[in-house]
Protein backbone atom coordinates (compact mmCIF):
# COMPACT_ATOMS: atom_id res chain seq x y z
CA UNK A 1 0.00 0.00 0.00
CA UNK A 2 1.41 3.18 -0.75
CA UNK A 3 -0.06 5.13 1.73
CA UNK A 4 -1.67 7.96 0.11
CA UNK A 5 -6.16 8.23 0.60
CA UNK A 6 -7.77 8.35 -2.71
CA UNK A 7 -11.34 10.27 -2.75
CA UNK A 8 -14.40 9.91 -5.21
CA UNK A 9 -15.52 13.32 -4.99
CA UNK A 10 -14.35 16.69 -2.78
CA UNK A 11 -17.81 16.09 0.26
CA UNK A 12 -16.21 12.68 1.01
CA UNK A 13 -12.78 14.40 1.76
CA UNK A 14 -14.57 17.19 3.78
CA UNK A 15 -16.85 14.88 5.77
CA UNK A 16 -14.17 12.47 6.06
CA UNK A 17 -12.58 14.91 9.16
CA UNK A 18 -13.47 13.98 12.81
CA UNK A 19 -14.04 17.88 14.32
CA UNK A 20 -14.38 20.95 13.53
CA UNK A 21 -10.80 21.75 12.92
CA UNK A 22 -9.72 19.46 10.30
CA UNK A 23 -12.70 20.13 8.24
CA UNK A 24 -12.18 23.30 8.03
CA UNK A 25 -8.30 22.64 7.27
CA UNK A 26 -10.14 20.26 4.35
CA UNK A 27 -12.22 22.68 3.11
CA UNK A 28 -9.24 25.16 2.90
CA UNK A 29 -7.13 22.84 1.37
CA UNK A 30 -10.03 22.68 -1.59
CA UNK A 31 -9.95 26.10 -1.84
CA UNK A 32 -6.28 26.69 -2.27
CA UNK A 33 -6.81 24.04 -5.24
CA UNK A 34 -9.58 25.57 -6.93
CA UNK A 35 -7.73 29.54 -6.60
CA UNK A 36 -4.25 27.77 -8.15
CA UNK A 37 -6.51 26.49 -10.66
CA UNK A 38 -8.34 29.93 -11.66
CA UNK A 39 -4.80 31.11 -11.70
CA UNK A 40 -3.11 28.87 -14.00
CA UNK A 41 -6.49 29.68 -16.39
CA UNK A 42 -6.11 33.02 -15.98
CA UNK A 43 -2.39 33.07 -17.02
CA UNK A 44 -3.02 30.81 -20.14
CA UNK A 45 -6.50 32.13 -21.02
CA UNK A 46 -6.13 30.26 -24.17
CA UNK A 47 -5.95 27.12 -22.14
CA UNK A 48 -9.92 27.66 -21.35
CA UNK A 49 -10.36 23.79 -22.22
CA UNK A 50 -9.13 22.89 -18.60
CA UNK A 51 -11.88 21.49 -16.89
CA UNK A 52 -10.06 19.62 -13.54
CA UNK A 53 -7.96 20.30 -10.77
CA UNK A 54 -6.46 17.92 -8.03
CA UNK A 55 -5.42 18.27 -4.68
CA UNK A 56 -2.92 16.03 -4.05
CA UNK A 57 -0.68 16.88 -0.68
CA UNK A 58 1.19 13.60 -0.35
CA UNK A 59 -1.61 12.00 1.58
CA UNK A 60 -4.40 12.44 -0.29
CA UNK A 61 -5.56 12.73 -3.71
CA UNK A 62 -8.83 14.57 -5.15
CA UNK A 63 -9.45 14.98 -9.20
CA UNK A 64 -12.67 17.00 -9.91
CA UNK A 65 -13.56 17.82 -13.26
CA UNK A 66 -15.84 21.04 -13.78
CA UNK A 67 -17.57 22.28 -16.91
CA UNK A 68 -16.41 25.53 -17.49
CA UNK A 69 -15.20 28.50 -15.05
CA UNK A 70 -18.90 29.40 -13.98
CA UNK A 71 -19.24 26.27 -12.74
CA UNK A 72 -16.08 26.54 -10.73
CA UNK A 73 -16.90 29.92 -9.74
CA UNK A 74 -20.05 28.58 -8.00
CA UNK A 75 -18.21 26.02 -6.42
CA UNK A 76 -15.86 28.14 -4.79
CA UNK A 77 -18.78 30.13 -3.99
CA UNK A 78 -20.51 27.36 -1.86
CA UNK A 79 -17.27 25.91 -0.29
CA UNK A 80 -16.75 29.85 0.99
CA UNK A 81 -20.24 29.58 2.72
CA UNK A 82 -19.13 25.90 4.24
CA UNK A 83 -16.08 27.36 5.97
CA UNK A 84 -17.99 30.72 6.71
CA UNK A 85 -20.62 28.10 8.45
CA UNK A 86 -17.37 25.53 9.73
CA UNK A 87 -16.26 29.25 11.66
CA UNK A 88 -19.84 30.76 13.01
CA UNK A 89 -20.21 26.75 14.72
CA UNK A 90 -17.29 27.13 16.60
CA UNK A 91 -18.13 30.54 17.75
CA UNK A 92 -21.74 29.59 18.85
CA UNK A 93 -22.72 31.82 16.31
CA UNK A 94 -26.48 31.25 14.59
CA UNK A 95 -29.00 32.50 13.12
CA UNK A 96 -32.74 32.72 13.76
CA UNK A 97 -35.47 33.40 11.65
CA UNK A 98 -38.84 34.83 13.05
CA UNK A 99 -42.18 36.62 11.66
CA UNK A 100 -42.73 39.61 10.92
CA UNK A 101 -45.66 39.93 13.43
CA UNK A 102 -43.14 39.68 16.30
CA UNK A 103 -41.68 43.70 15.49
CA UNK A 104 -43.22 46.68 15.95
CA UNK A 105 -43.05 48.98 13.23
CA UNK A 106 -40.28 51.60 14.61
CA UNK A 107 -40.50 53.67 11.31
CA UNK A 108 -42.19 56.93 11.13
CA UNK A 109 -42.10 56.74 7.28
Known amino acids: MDGITYYGNVGD ?53 FRDLASLDVYMRALERDLQYEYNQGRGRMTRLMPEANFKNTCNG
Open 13 to 65: FITSATDRAARIANIRAVMAALRNQRLLIAQNPQQVGVQEYSLDDGQTKIRTV
